[in-house]
Each structure stands twice: as C-alpha cells, then as structure tokens.
C-alpha cells in the first residue's frame, strides 16, 4: 500500500475511533433517558424481591427514571442472571445479584450458560442478611440439638425445604458438619417452600430473615438458630448454630448486590452506583429493613468486586465441605 494511502485510512481509523469514544461519552452523560429494568432472579416475595423494589424505588428518584423490577425465577437465580448475562451493556438492564448467581452457582451446576466471572460488571453492594434454621410447629424438637437427635433417630425422613442456594448450602453445612442425613426438597420460590413449612408438608426451612422473621415472629413456625457467629438482635432469643450445636466454624450469610452486563462503560456504572448508594444512606429504607436484620453497606464497585471474589472463594469452600455434588 502506497504511504499516502496508508496515512490516509490511518487517518480515518483515528476519526473512527474518537467518534466512538465520543458516542460513548455522550451516551454515558445522557444516562438514563428511558426506563432501567432490574431483573430479580428469585419470585416475587423472596428476600431478593424484598430488598430490589425497596432500592429499586429510590433509584428511581435519583436517577429521574422509572426501574422496573421484573422477577426471573429459575434454577437458583440462573435463569435471570443469565438474561442479564445475555442483554446489552448500556445499563438499561441490571441484575439484582446474590451470592447464588454471583458467587456459588458454577460449583452447583456442571455448566452455566454465561462465565459467572466474566459476565458481570460490579456495580453496588446492597447489603447481608444471617438465615434461620426453622421449623414446622408440630415437628417435636424444641431446640436445634433436639433437632439433629430426631434427624439421627430418623436418617433421610427429616425434610428441608430450599429454593436458593444460601437455603440449600445452609441446610447441607448443617447436615454435614451435625453428622445427620435429610431429605432435600428443591422449591421454585421461597414463598412457596414457606407455605409448605406452616402446613407441614415439610420439617425445616433455613432462610432469609426477610422471609422467616415474620413467619416466626407471628408464632406460625418455631425458629431455632441463626446462621451467623453472632446473635442477631432482631431475634435475640435465638442461639446461633454453633452455639446450639458447640460447634466452631458454621457460618453463612446471604448477600445481595447489583450488577451490570460485562463492558457496561464506567460512566454508567458510576451513577447506577451512586444510585444505590444514595438509596442505602436513605433513613426510610434503613428503618424499614431494620427490624429484618438486613445490613445496608454502601460502597464502590470496586469494594464490590473484591468482595465477590472472597465471596467466591468461601462459598466453594463451604459447598465442598458440605459434599454438594455438581448437577
């Protein structure tokens, strides 16, 4: 190629280039002109679904445009990540993550349709949030040791409902580190496995605060033990499990955070982010999600994205110490 004509098309590699970049500023400066769907990969009710339209609401007036939450339930939040995984990264469609679809799930599946770490961009921290080991009321244990004695007087005929993976893996640590055998019971939704569990047509349920405390607090299931290493003032009478138990290391918190489609550009991250974080530092959601146990922690995508990486790495610890095979 002659050197004039390669000047030339250098030339307009260089315009194309600076036109995209400016596209792209533009694109970020005028972020959002059109309403920002939140998809919630768990069904209307759950935890996820709790806190997503509480900090979906805020978001809205922050950022001067409607964002829609739209529940995506399926295969322990697989189904809706995945839809995000797959949507355009221009912020127009964000997830409402957790340690499910962002930290556990490529141990629980044999193949994901999306790269679990590659798929996503960082965008908020929302908060943390212990569970609680529940119980049918007619189930005779009045304690979480009582319980485990009746699992090992009755191996595989004690149940447990799940419909996420902090519920399954919770269920599955405890059952390994007392030494007993259950019966699992997968749910679509965590409502539904709670409806089950006040009708009996199931023993035990370990779940969000956002689902259990209620439940619990209004005497229609017996709560035995929280999941965190430190009692939980909004249910302070209950005894975590390695208090219950004697045990060292149980521990299992769930989390929830937001993430964007990989290559979101950094503009539009930064002001999903300041979104959220507005939201968290709001007085109203604060209060409404106190009497939950549900830990607001603002903080910076980056913040987040070492997070999830320690997240990562605990939550393929503890399903590699609780035997949870692979499906």
Known sequence: ?????????????????????????????????KPIRAVVPFAAGSATDQIGRAFAEKMSVTLGQPVVVDNKPGANGMLGADIVAKSPADGYTILIGTNSTNAALKFLQKKLPY????????????????????????VPAKTLKELVDLAKAKPGQVS?????????????MLS???????????????????????GGQVNIFT????????????????????????????????????EALGLKDYELIA?????????????????????????????????KFAATGFA?????????????KAETVKWAKAIREAKIEPQ
């Open 176 to 198: 390994s580190m007392a030494g007993i055998q259950m019966n699992p019971i997968p749910y679509k939704s965590g409502p539904a496995a709670m409806t089950d569990l006040i």
């Open 160 to 172: 447990f409902a799940y419909a996420s993976t902090s519920q399954q893996v919770s269920s599955e």
């Open 1 to 33: 190629m002659p050197r004039q004509a390669a000047i030339a098309v250098t030339r307009r590699l260089a315009l194309l280039s600076a036109a995209l970049l400016c596209s792209t500023a533009a694109l970020a400066q005028s972020f959002p002109t």
């Open 115 to 138: 790269d679990q770490d590659t798929a996503f961009v960082p965008v908020g921290f929302l908060g943390s949030v212990p569970l609680m080991v529940a119980v049918n009321n007619d």
């Open 296 to 308: 607001i922690d603002p903080g910076t995508p980056e913040q987040l994205a070492q997070r999830n």
């Open 255 to 287: 989390y929830f955070a937001v993430f964007a489609p990989a290559g979101t550009p950094p503009d539009i991250v930064a002001k999903l982010n300041a979104a959220i974080n507005a939201a968290a530092n709001a007085k109203d959601l604060q209060d």
């Open 207 to 242: 779940a969000d605060f956002g689902v259990t405390v209620p439940q619990h607090k209004a005497g229609k299931i017996r709560g035995l033990a929280v999941t965190s290493t430190k009692r939980v003032a909004v249910v302070p009478d209950l005894p975590t499990v390695n």
